[in-house]
């Protein structure tokens, strides 16, 4: 049995890292009693929060808090799933997991900055291939990208420009993409501009409140919620800003999708926007074939759904299909963590995109028809979908433990 001291520091450190992942708080406190019951300790009370994770070993025992480390990139969320998966096994030592836990911080990526800057313009250009598949869109919204990443570069620097960031991105972008539009470059501008700020965008953390609301976890799922929503008003007040320097007609506010590359350009999209994912994010480059075949599944669910049930059905499939498939593609690779494969598919899905859009609409012109009622569906959609797949993969992973453990048993 593990040291208590050294046990309760250990799921604290392991929980706040899990948090920094982006992993729903349900899901963080469900693995840490795992680990808890592997370390030897089986009732752990443990409360897991946007801001970090508060843990003691049993009812009455000394308890420990650990802080979120903030956001970590998909190979730390990566090397935090391994630890996770070996320490509920036992075959890892805890004073190695915790100096393993204490060098994710330190980890460097694993491209130099320059590539990694090609990774985002990349992006852009791969995400406007799906959203708004013209030639003049894509060649503005990798100039989009350009902008964005000197942006991000320089509020790298300090917290401060850091807060400022959605609202300077948004204005940039959105001044390049209207000055295109009023020269006739571009049409239906609105979706042009979303592609080189998605990756900003809070549309998983939007989405990942919901369903924490939805399973119970009140403070985590509100603190997330309002932290989403204040980041979308930021975007927006940038794009409203853009607005009143290059105005637009009511016809170029629509929200329309115009494709005159051709049936290639969503699939080209999807590979760009893997090869991003993969010189942004650092993960293995054994791991891009599985983010691809997510990417993949969650986009042809969410165009089938759309056909079907319009977009509040194609967001519930897209949702429900990413979380199957991430789960599906962990039952074949354990030490892979699912949210390197899942949190991708929120760059397609772009429900903060939604939200932008629309109180763009609004806010530069009011009388452009716009339903907020149908973002909010889109967004609850989203968190319907994911949860009912976690609850499906569960259940599956439920039922084959307890038919490993009988075999065990028998044998």
Do not use: K
Request: charged share 10%; hydrophobic share 55%.
């Amino acid at each position: 049995m593990t040291d208590e001291t050294q046990a309760r520091t250990l799921l604290a450190q392991l929980g706040a890292a899990m948090v920094g992942t982006g992993q729903p708080v349900n899901e963080v406190e469900d693995d840490l009693r795992e680990v808890g019951r592997a370390l030897g300790f089986p009732d752990a009370q443990i409360a897991a929060a946007a801001t970090g994770v508060t843990l003691s070993l049993a009812v009455g025992s000394p308890s420990t808090f650990a802080v979120n480390p903030g956001n970590l990139r998909l190979d730390q969320a990566s090397e935090v799933r391994e630890i996770r998966h070996y320490l509920s096994r036992s075959r890892l030592d805890p004073l190695v997991a915790m100096e393993r836990l204490a060098a994710l911080r330190t980890q460097p990526t694993r491209y130099p900055t320059w590539l990694e800057n090609i990774g985002w313009v990349i992006c852009a250009v791969g995400i406007a291939m799906i959203i708004q598949p013209m030639w003049a869109g894509v060649a503005v919204a990798a100039l989009g990208g350009i902008a964005v990443v000197a942006l991000v570069r320089i509020a790298a620097r300090s917290p401060r420009l850091g807060a400022l960031l959605p609202v300077a991105a948004a204005f940039a972008v959105s001044c390049l993409v209207f000055a295109a539009t009023q020269h006739g470059l571009v049409e239906a501008p609105l979706r042009t501009l979303l592609a080189p700020l998605a990756v900003l965008f809070p549309g998983a953390l939007i989405v990942t409140a919901m369903a924490e609301l939805v399973s119970g976890h009140m403070v985590a799922g509100t603190s997330r919620l309002g932290y989403g929503l204040v980041q979308t008003l930021l975007f927006t007040l940038g794009i409203v800003f853009a607005a009143r320097v290059f105005p637009l007609t009511s016809d170029q506010l629509t929200n329309v999708r115009i494709n005159d590359i051709g049936w290639y350009a969503a699939p080209l999209g999807l590979v760009l926007v893997t090869i991003a994912i993969g010189l942004l994010e650092s993960p293995p480059p054994r791991l891009l074939p599985w983010i691809l075949l997510v990417l993949v599944l969650a986009f042809a669910a969410q165009v089938g759904g759309q056909h079907l049930a319009g977009a509040t059905g194609g967001a519930f499939l897209g949702a429900l299909v990413a979380t199957l498939g991430s789960y599906g593609v962990e039952l074949f690779v354990p030490r892979l963590a699912r949210l390197v494969v899942f949190l991708p598919s929120f760059w397609l899905l772009v429900p903060g995109s939604l939200g932008v859009l629309a109180a763009t609409q609004v806010a530069v012109d009011p009388t452009v028809q716009t339903d907020a009622l149908r973002v909010v569906s889109i967004v609850t959609a989203l968190a319907l979908g994911l949860l009912l797949g976690s609850a499906i993969a569960q259940a599956i992973g439920g039922v084959r433990r307890r038919r490993r453990s009988a075999s065990q048993a028998v044998g």
